[in-house]
């Protein structure tokens, strides 16, 4: 249905005594800002046995064009609409993104992916290079093909200059803001999106912390964090919100509809709820078998705690020159 804008049930499942939330968020393919919002409670690295974790796995697509591939930066993700087999649909496919941090912010707006690359070379930019000489940290000028190289093993190049939709050789930064302003997913997501991605193929990216749809007469809303260098204030964001279910969505919203728009973007969590006549429904959550794994290779917990401790550590660190 070209019109749907919901897609996704919201699933929960119950942690095993090897389970940690970053394990949990690769294997359903979440990014890990989104899993944390939607279960603050829980314990990243010990969540505990039978502990039950909510997956956001229930989407509002952004307002924006229904055709080839769509960011929202403010949700992390990233959207994939192709030509259903029948009809005048579009098939839909999401993954988590990792972003640019404060300072090297991902830019918003219309681009094409114009070329694409298996196992490139980084050229790094001599801003970096400088960068990082200057923190004892020094770079080559290009950095070759495999583990070490930030960009993994596939690339989309975009028509804005130095912009790149990429692997990573740090998958645990998916779904933070970690990166140099271009765009990383998961080395099994970027593998599939690559195959299926032409030159020429349309790139939309928006920042919308609030998002909101109808699936069949119900409406729903979610809400994101505010970038941290985004210059809306919560209160910018209600009142454009209000107006965007008004004039969009033909919303008639009393005082405790507003009310209940105003607790959803305060919570921020990302979690899709239903408003039905100034109240908010939350999505039923489908109960589903833990699959949760991660290759034979992947690092012990000790050794992805000491690395989300770094990433989180350079995202915090404003204008620090990370990888792309």
Same mark, same amino acid.
């Given at each position: 249905?070209?019109?749907?804008?919901?897609?996704?049930?919201?699933?929960?499942?119950?942690?095993?005594?090897? +389970?940690?939330?970053?394990?949990?968020?690769?294997? *359903?393919?979440?990014? *890990?800002?989104?899993?944390?919002?939607? =279960?603050?409670? &829980?314990?990243?690295?010990?969540?505990?046995?039978?502990?039950?974790?909510?997956? /956001?796995?229930?989407?509002?697509?952004?307002?924006?064009?229904?055709?080839?591939?769509?960011? =929202?930066?403010?949700? @992390?993700?990233?959207?994939?609409?192709?030509?259903?087999?029948?009809?005048?649909?579009?098939?839909?496919?999401?993954?988590?993104?990792?972003?640019?941090?404060?300072?090297?912010?991902? /830019?918003?707006?219309?681009?094409?992916?114009? +070329? @694409?690359?298996?196992?490139?070379?980084?050229?790094?930019?001599?801003?970096?290079?400088?960068?990082?000489?200057?923190?004892? +940290?020094?770079?080559?000028?290009?950095?070759?093909?495999?583990?070490?190289?930030?960009?993994?093993?596939? &690339?989309? @190049?975009?028509? $804005?200059?130095?912009?790149?939709?990429?692997?990573?050789?740090?998958?645990?930064?998916?779904?933070?803001?970690?990166?140099?302003?271009?765009?990383?997913? *998961?080395?099994?997501? %970027?593998?599939?999106?690559?195959?299926?991605?032409?030159?020429?193929? +349309?790139?939309?990216?928006?920042?919308?912390?609030?998002?909101?749809?109808?699936?069949?007469?119900?409406?729903?809303?979610?809400? *994101?964090? %505010?970038?941290?260098?985004?210059?809306?204030?919560?209160?910018?964001?209600?009142?454009?919100?209000?107006?965007?279910?008004?004039?969009?969505?033909?919303?008639?919203? =009393?005082?405790?509809? %507003?009310?209940?728009?105003?607790?959803?973007?305060?919570?921020?969590?990302? $979690?899709?709820? @239903?408003?039905?006549?100034?109240?908010?429904?939350?999505?039923?959550?489908?109960?589903?078998? =833990?699959?949760?794994?991660?290759?034979?290779?992947?690092?012990?917990?000790?050794?992805?705690?000491?690395?989300?401790?770094?990433?989180?550590?350079?995202?915090?660190?404003?204008?620090?020159?990370?990888?792309?």
């Amino acid at each position: 249905d070209a019109t749907q804008q919901v897609f996704g049930t919201t699933q929960v499942l119950r942690t095993r005594d090897t +389970d940690t939330i970053s394990d949990i968020a690769r294997s *359903y393919d979440l990014g *890990y800002d989104e899993i944390r919002q939607a =279960n603050p409670e &829980v314990d990243p690295w010990l969540p505990g046995v039978d502990t039950e974790v909510l997956l /956001p796995t229930r989407f509002i697509l952004p307002d924006a064009r229904r055709t080839g591939i769509v960011l =929202n930066i403010a949700a @992390k993700r990233l959207y994939v609409h192709e030509p259903a087999a029948e009809g005048d649909g579009f098939a839909l496919t999401t993954y988590p993104i990792g972003i640019g941090r404060v300072g090297w912010a991902t /830019p918003t707006g219309e681009a094409t992916v114009i +070329d @694409k690359a298996t196992d490139p070379s980084w050229y790094v930019p001599a801003s970096v290079r400088a960068e990082h000489r200057a923190a004892g +940290d020094p770079l080559p000028a290009v950095v070759a093909p495999g583990p070490d190289n930030p960009l993994g093993r596939h &690339v989309l @190049k975009l028509d $804005m200059p130095g912009y790149l939709l990429h692997g990573t050789n740090q998958p645990y930064g998916v779904g933070m803001r970690v990166s140099h302003g271009c765009v990383r997913l *998961y080395p099994e997501d %970027i593998e599939v999106l690559f195959a299926s991605t032409d030159r020429g193929t +349309d790139v939309t990216i928006v920042n919308q912390p609030f998002v909101a749809g109808r699936e069949g007469d119900a409406l729903w809303i979610a809400a *994101y964090p %505010i970038l941290e260098d985004d210059e809306r204030s919560m209160e910018q964001l209600l009142s454009s919100a209000i107006e965007y279910l008004t004039e969009r969505h033909g919303a008639v919203l =009393n005082e405790s509809m %507003i009310a209940a728009v105003s607790a959803v973007i305060e919570r921020a969590d990302g $979690m899709p709820m @239903k408003l039905e006549s100034g109240a908010l429904v939350a999505d039923m959550a489908m109960p589903v078998r =833990n699959i949760a794994q991660l290759p034979e290779d992947a690092p012990s917990r000790a050794e992805v705690s000491e690395m989300l401790e770094a990433l989180m550590q350079e995202a915090s660190d404003v204008g620090n020159a990370g990888s792309p």
